[in-house]
């Protein structure tokens, strides 16, 4: 059983930047970060392979945010400059052994930390 744990997430000002870890406890080859806001679907956001090799990124945070992985620590990164309103959300992270941006395709979810972006 793999669980997860996010950390970072708080109230920054538009423009602004904010760093989330994701400490794993199990084995996770691909992890990825999703986010959900009110009265909305969780999406996708991003995800990297298991040696940090290959990632992908929504269009909607392209250039904007980074993932990456340190395997020695078992952690999962996202970094994320830019902040804009609309990516108020929870952020929560995610765990698979397939490669998918579809939230069913994950087998393991953290908790979920609060992203709140002023303007």
């Known amino acids: 059983q793999v669980r997860l744990v996010e950390s970072g997430g708080g109230l920054v000002q538009a423009g602004g930047s904010l760093g989330l870890s994701c400490a794993a406890f199990g084995r996770t080859d691909v992890m990825a970060w999703f986010r959900q806001a009110p009265g909305k679907e969780r999406l996708f956001v991003a995800r990297i392979n298991w040696n940090g090799v290959y990632t992908e990124y929504a269009d909607s945070v392209k250039g904007r945010f980074t993932i990456s992985r340190d395997n020695d620590k078992n952690t999962v990164y996202l970094q994320m400059n830019s902040l804009k309103p609309e990516d108020t959300a929870v952020y929560y992270c995610?765990?698979?052994?397939?490669?998918?941006?579809?939230?069913?395709?994950?087998?393991?979810w953290g908790q979920g930390t609060q992203v709140t972006v002023s303007s």
């Open positions: 995610a765990a698979t052994l397939g490669w998918s941006t579809e939230v069913g395709q994950f087998d393991f």
